[in-house]
């Protein structure tokens, strides 16, 4: 019975996955040419606010209870546990519902009512903790205690998914790709959280034996550009990184550091101001994360419009904006940060007027 149960689990999840398809992959306006340049350069963003759970988490979320299911660590009774207080968790939490299972987030105390309520809308519940550094420790002893399973994003993230093909993400976009004017992008440019999904791009363009480079951004008050730059995986920065999604205090399991060409250490006014560029650009609001992408893009944009070079690059679409009206979208909690967004304002305005990027 119990394999029984299992068997029509999986079934469910890849059924939800066929209905949904597929996420779109749009064309990012830019100049059709700059003053003196013959380059031709296309920016493509992967769109994954359109999942139903309204982010890029919602693959992992798919991939953890997938392998967690096919290991038999997942069963008809399981209680279903993470550390999270974001995405990751709301996603988690729509298909333990999809199964008829209980889940839990582990989350500091200082999480947002607005995020304990998206997690709780889809039928979670929220456990918090003093400490937010005891997140990982608290999952591990709620599940050892109901005899429940720890999803452990940062730890899994990279091996549940198949780097190798089966649509995901990195599959998706060179298939997307397959009829556009440069269709084997020069560059790819990710944000690391889990480290999963630049785990799975770099992979899988080296398996494929494509020329594409990968691209890692990374926020302020994280450790991965920091250990990346000095092959020390041990360091770890202090406090937290402001952008939702992205940046770890610590280098985690999931980041494969060797299938990363370079990485872009990116500051939150940087991030934040580009997150409004763009969304003024597409007539709708993108996510803070989306911003750190797009500064790294508009980075080797640059440099390829220096080099007289044309080709693609793409990037990630995170999530939508909507969920940060009361954060990145607001000037009095943008000052209460201490956040000036004026420089980074004035950068990209001449990026899209002259295709140089001065603080490149």
């Known amino acids: 019975m119990a394999r029984n149960w299992a068997d029509d689990a999986v079934r469910l999840i890849e059924a ?19 003053p003196g340049s013959r380059s031709r350069i296309q920016v493509y963003l992967k769109d994954e606010s359109t999942h139903i759970t309204g982010s890029l988490k919602h693959r992992l979320a798919r991939s953890l209870f997938l392998y967690g299911l096919c290991n ?4 008809e009774n399981t209680t279903v546990i993470e550390a999270s207080s974001g995405s990751t968790a709301v996603s988690e939490a729509y298909f333990a519902r999809l199964l008829g299972l209980e889940f839990v987030a582990v989350m500091p105390a200082s999480t947002s009512p607005a995020k304990i309520a998206l997690i709780e809308a889809h039928g979670g519940r929220c456990h918090l903790v003093a400490d937010s550094s005891a997140i990982y420790t608290e999952a591990q002893r709620l599940a050892d205690e109901t005899g429940g399973h720890y999803l452990d994003q940062f730890t899994n993230a990279e091996r549940a998914t198949d780097w190798r093909g089966n649509n995901n993400i990195a599959e998706s976009i060179f298939t997307q790709l397959k009829h556009e004017e440069h269709p084997i992008p020069v560059w790819v440019v990710a944000g690391a959280g889990t480290g999963g999904t630049s785990a799975t791009i770099g992979r899988y363009i080296r398996y494929r034996r494509h020329h594409t480079r990968l691209c890692v951004v990374d926020p302020e008050n994280s450790v ?12 770890v920065a202090t406090g937290g990184s402001r952008i939702e999604g992205i940046g770890r205090p610590r280098v985690e399991p999931s980041f494969i550091a060797d299938v990363v060409d370079r990485m872009v250490k990116v500051p939150d ?11 003024r650009q597409l ?6 994360s989306t911003g750190t992408n797009l500064w790294g893009v508009f980075s080797v944009v640059a440099e390829m419009v220096a080099q007289g070079r044309s080709g693609s690059v793409v990037t990630l679409l995170c999530d939508a904006g909507d ?14 940060e201490g956040l000036d967004l004026t420089g980074p304002a004035q950068v990209l ?12």
């Open 16 to 34: 939800d996955a066929q209905r949904s398809a597929d996420t779109h992959l749009l064309r990012y306006p830019l100049p059709e040419s700059w």
């Open 72 to 75: 038999g660590w997942i069963g």
């Open 224 to 235: 991965f550009f920091d250990a990346w730059r000095s092959s020390d995986a041990s360091l």
């Open 269 to 279: 006014a940087a991030s934040i101001a580009a997150a409004r560029h763009a969304s």
């Open 283 to 288: 007539g709708r609001r993108v996510g803070g």
């Open 323 to 336: 969920r940060y009206s009361g954060t990145y979208f607001d000037d009095a909690w943008v000052a209460r």
């Open 349 to 360: 305005a001449e990026f899209t007027e002259t295709g140089r990027f001065p603080h490149g």
